[in-house]
């Protein structure tokens, strides 16, 4: 029995140490799906906001309708340009309410929250609260909407029915991307034209309150853009809508809410993760087995049958 608990405490430990390394990892219960053709990346929203391609799901919904959105006074829709007036209204509002410049640490990130700490004359906010805050003013007007990650730099992307794509709009730089012929343009689509070395530019959007030309600094995002380490969560994960239990059945059902655009043969960002959770499972299997070896072992021999006993039968 002794020998039995010595050997269940070990691998007690050793699972305790797996699970500390594991719960220090972002993607602990996150499956992410390496999309490498941007298929999925590109894939259009349906009137429920979830994007469908090949077996996955992506819900873009993040909780902001339109009752909400009226509360909060925030820009109704016009549908004007294709809905490109709407994304102009958009960072326009964005940049009125959040002053660029610092960071705003709060999770999980709520649009009331966020607008009752900028009420602070010495609050900034980093790009993440200005993306933040453009994909919730967007769904409140009907749009999908979803931060995307350039590993560096984060940013919005909105559908745009009426152009039937996904398109860029930089909140915190107050800009939009336009191929040669006067399009806007999706990350994917931005990225595939500066490997193709195709000409594009930054619009600003206009009359956006304190966004100069020291605001942004169109080298540092091209590179982030041509290197095109993007990732997209769905709207439950980005805004912390899904609990440690939740997260835990996606990863045991298989369900990715996260999509990182592999096309040019990037690792995976969750390999860590799933290198930890093999680990872990195979240490509770070897764990198993020797157990159970280790109780065979223990178990007491049969005693043989002596020659009197075996008379009286």
């Not at 004359?121 to 933040?132: G, V, W």
């Not at 009359?207 to 540092?220: H, I, K, L, Q, R």
């Not at 592999?262 to 195979?282: F, K, N, S, T, W």
């Amino acid at each position: 029995m002794r020998r039995l608990l010595i050997v269940a405490l070990f691998f007690v430990l050793g699972d305790a140490g797996l699970l500390g390394v594991l719960k220090s990892n972002g993607y602990a219960l996150r499956l992410v799906h390496a999309d490498t053709s941007g298929a999925a990346f590109e894939a259009p929203p349906d009137a429920a906001m979830t994007a469908r391609r090949a077996g996955l799901a992506i819900d873009y919904a993040m909780g902001m309708d339109a009752a909400r959105a009226a509360r909060l006074g925030l820009p109704a829709a016009t549908r004007g340009d294709s809905g490109l007036d709407d994304m102009r209204a958009n960072v326009r509002w964005v940049r009125a309410h959040f002053r660029p410049g610092g960071f705003y640490i709060k999770r999980p990130w709520r649009l009331e929250e966020a607008l009752e700490a900028a009420r602070d004359p010495d609050r900034r906010f980093y790009c993440f609260s200005h993306a933040a805050a453009m994909v919730s003013l967007c769904e409140g007007q009907g749009y999908a909407a979803r931060i995307v990650s350039l590993s560096g730099h984060i940013t919005s992307e909105t559908y745009l029915p009426a152009l039937g794509r996904w398109v860029i709009a930089d909140a915190i730089h107050a800009v939009i991307p336009y191929d040669a012929a006067g399009r806007p343009l999706s990350a994917v689509g931005l990225h595939r034209m500066m490997l193709r070395g195709e000409p594009f530019e930054w619009r600003r959007v206009p009359d956006v309150a304190g966004a100069g030309p020291e605001m942004f600094n169109p080298g540092a995002v091209d590179t982030l853009m041509l290197r095109g380490d993007f990732v997209v969560n769905d709207g439950p994960s980005t805004f912390d809508l899904r609990g440690p239990v939740q997260r835990a059945f996606d990863l045991l059902t298989g369900r990715p809410r996260i999509i990182q655009l592999a096309a040019e043969g990037q690792p995976p960002i969750d390999r860590a993760a799933r290198r930890i959770r093999l680990a872990l499972g195979v240490w509770n299997l070897l764990g198993l087995l020797t157990l159970a070896a280790a109780a065979r072992r223990a178990a007491p021999a049969p005693q043989p049958m002596t020659a009197g006993a075996a008379a009286g039968r």
